[in-house]
């Protein structure tokens, strides 16, 4: 049998040479997977472009809040003027600290090669330290400049914070146990968030027809849902250019409402832009402030799909979208509703309707149903991503991944695990009826 050497004799150079083509990507597309998670920089048309289109994504679940926010605040009524600005206030400051200040200027810049959501921190936090309790490593990995560490001073509150965490057992096991729970709260949230947002969206049927039955509204719902998941397939990128000019109209028209209410009902409402009214509405509010706070919660739904979602659209995109669109249309939103329920206290269990102009209350209507679709494709599409991440680390039943873009690592498809949501959202849909009651299960789970 010949040997290596003999072999080398013969045909000299010939292992050489395959050693050196095992190095060259085989085709176009492998050739761009060496540089695939770095940050690249995007001309300002294409960084415009997908920032609009990251509207149709990302920001409709935060976006249709508006349709619910207030009547989980007071399911029982308003008291007085004080009650509804220092609700408001709440909001304002809500949306400021959370969704503005820590995940689109902080939060964001904390991903995985890319990758948002609690998984990608967690595997981060791995390969930045040994706290990993999956066997889903080899050794070697480490030799990759994708697992290589940062070196820190000794004395360095980072290095002290990575000493703790290494020590013992059971605290890598609790921060898996945390990761987990916000997981499996992120996935809850791609199946509740379709359920209220289509039900209170198409709730507005009744405003015009109260004698309408509650089923009615239920069945719609139901329609709305199925034909919603049916779209899956076709990927996130056709998906969001259908979405994206829906959900940007959707914000036109909240804030255009909005300033249009602060104008014609209460303008001293603004001075609920001083904090101070946060804190007499919690010392007035008493025996009834966790509902309100869960209610005032339910403002930011949408914000961990915002993180999870980062996978489809660049950083800078998502920052730009939402300081230019999301964050001004929702302040005018919010603060037109509580100027027009302070003048029609008794309106607040459908105060987003009840304040739209009479003169545009049907396209209103069909703008903010197909809004409220549009609002469930961003947990769906951050449910998909959070699961591929969790199949990475093994924590996840192995299901088929469809990568629905060429472009986009990110932009996923995953079929099993889209006819479950659907199902589920049905259910909560069918089961519940009422918009208050899954409010309340969705701000238990916040």
Request: charged share 15%; hydrophobic share 45%.
């Amino acid at each position: 049998m010949a040997s290596t050497s003999d072999i080398e004799t013969t045909n000299p150079g010939s292992i050489w040479e395959l050693d050196k083509d095992l190095d060259v990507p085989m085709d176009e597309e492998a050739s761009r997977l060496k540089n695939m998670y770095i940050e690249k920089k995007f001309s300002s048309v294409l960084l415009l472009r997908l920032a609009f289109q990251s509207l149709g994504v990302v920001f409709g679940d935060l976006g249709t809040s508006p349709l619910y926010v207030f009547y989980n605040i007071f399911p029982h009524g308003v008291d007085n003027d004080e009650d509804v600005i220092g609700a408001l206030s709440l909001i304002i400051y809500t949306l400021t600290l959370i969704p503005l200040m820590k995940y689109v200027f902080v939060v964001l810049r904390a991903n995985d090669n890319g990758q948002g959501g609690t998984f990608a921190l967690y595997s981060l936090l791995c390969r930045h330290a040994k706290v990993s309790t999956i066997p889903n490593q080899h050794k070697t990995d480490e030799e990759l400049t994708t697992y290589s560490r940062q070196t820190y001073e000794e004395n360095s509150l980072a290095a002290k914070v990575k000493r703790w965490l290494e020590g013992h057992a059971y605290k890598k096991n609790c921060l898996l146990i945390l990761v987990l729970i916000g997981t499996c709260t992120a996935i809850g949230d791609g199946i509740l968030t379709p359920a209220i947002s289509v039900l209170s969206a198409t709730g507005g049927i009744r405003v015009q027809n109260p004698k309408m039955s509650t089923d009615v509204v239920v069945i719609v719902a139901v329609t709305i849902l199925i034909g919603l998941f049916s779209m899956q397939h076709y990927g996130t990128d056709k998906v969001g250019w259908l979405f994206a000019p829906l959900v940007f109209l959707w914000f036109i028209l909240i804030g255009s409402v909005g300033a249009f209410n602060i104008h014609k009902y209460n303008s001293s409402v603004l001075k609920a832009y001083n904090p101070v009214y946060i804190y007499r509405f919690l010392r007035r509010a008493k025996s009834e402030i966790w509902t309100s706070l869960g209610g005032v919660m339910l403002s930011i739904t949408g914000t961990e799909a915002l993180f999870a979602d980062l996978c489809h659209f660049p950083v800078l995109a998502i920052q730009i979208a939402f300081t230019l669109v999301v964050f001004p249309c929702l302040l005018l939103g919010y603060t037109g509703q509580a100027a027009y329920i302070i003048v029609h206290k008794d309106h607040v269990v459908d105060a987003f309707y009840r304040s739209i102009p009479d003169a545009i209350y049907w396209p209103a209507f069909v703008i903010a149903t197909l809004a409220a679709i549009v609002a469930s494709q961003a947990t769906i599409s951050a449910t998909y991503s959070i699961i591929k991440q969790a199949l990475a680390l093994g924590c996840f039943p192995r299901v088929s991944v469809v990568h629905t873009s060429k472009k986009f690592l990110g932009q996923i498809y995953i079929p099993d695990i889209n006819w479950v949501l659907m199902i589920l959202c049905i259910a909560v849909t069918a089961g519940f009826k009422n918009q208050i009651q899954i409010g309340n299960a969705y701000a238990q789970q916040l």
